[in-house]
């Protein structure tokens, strides 16, 4: 189930807060590898490292590093201070960290009795890839003061919210106020134990306007119609529902994927708001030209029998795209070359800013 190498650290390559990018020497050749200083401590040249290679031997194109698991000649401290949530539970590298929603937070008493979003537009999403364009329709389409905007981030891709960069520089450019890591996932500003009460501390402890719900980098499909973490986002709608949120779900549309099972609107969408989402929700349906945006309106009509189809004009929202302070990236291409999923998640974005004024 796991490969392990050892190796030797020969240089870093990059870093951003709470990952560092290395290259490693193994018996095979040189690796490129990835360590979490927050677990195992700040890998440096010289050291020895223990690594899992399984992701880089199966060639994953969103995780395919070897991660670092161990620096054994020079194990970081012991952690002190508050917190017994444990995620990653019952793994080699499950961590302690301090919950918002436990007793030793000092979130507690604001959350302990919290039961609403009072209203909090809240847009949900199936692929990471997703939010910096929501966040570009949001930011353009707002008028008034700018939303304060969290991102909350289930545990469908990636456990540790270091590992995504886009959300390092969305972070340091004020584009988030903080990341919300919710189930087994961890590293964010705020830790939550649950979807629900992950939503709340986006609201009560940072004080967000508008929540955005994804998972984290990565995603598992298997070309069935229920085996993909991405049904995750129906039940999101019914998390936000039931906390007064307004949901605000984004289509997965793609005139770029070359799998038919995607293209227009994606099963992963139709499935998760279709049959897993019990709750009403706005589904914000991009105004896009032509065949094929009348081949996206067309799919996404049967979700009508659940949810309000909000039809949501795409003008501007290429300029707004192109003015991302991150890459817009999703399954290996960029903007251009599946413009039509960015302009879905970006009306989504703008959808969610209409319910702001």
Known sequence: MIRWRKGEVVRIR???PGAVELDVTLAEGTCRALAYPPLVGRPLPGDTVLLNTTALAMGLGTGGYAMVVAVPDRLPEDPSGPGHLVKARYTPLQATVLGADEQDSPHHEALRDADSLDGMPVVIADLHSALPPILCGLYASATGARPRVAYVMTDGGALPAWFSMSCAELRAREWLCGVVTTGQSFGG?????????GLLAARHVLGADVAVVTQGPGNLGTGTRWGFSGVAAGEAVNAAAVLNGRGVAALRVSDGDARERHQGVSHHSLTAYGRVALAR??????????????RVREQAAPLAV?????????????????????RLSTMGRGLREDLSYFLSSAAAGRDAASLLS
Request: hydrophobic letters at 50%; glycine letters at 6%; proline letters at 9%.
């Open 14 to 16: 990059r870093e951003w």
């Open 189 to 197: 500003d705020v830790e939550a134990v649950t979807l629900h009460t």
């Open 281 to 294: 929700a706005r589904v914000a349906v991009p105004a896009l030209p032509g065949a094929f945006g009348a």
């Open 306 to 326: 659940r949810h309000e189809l909000v039809n949501v004009p795409v003008d501007g929202l290429l300029d707004a795209l192109e003015e991302s302070p991150v």
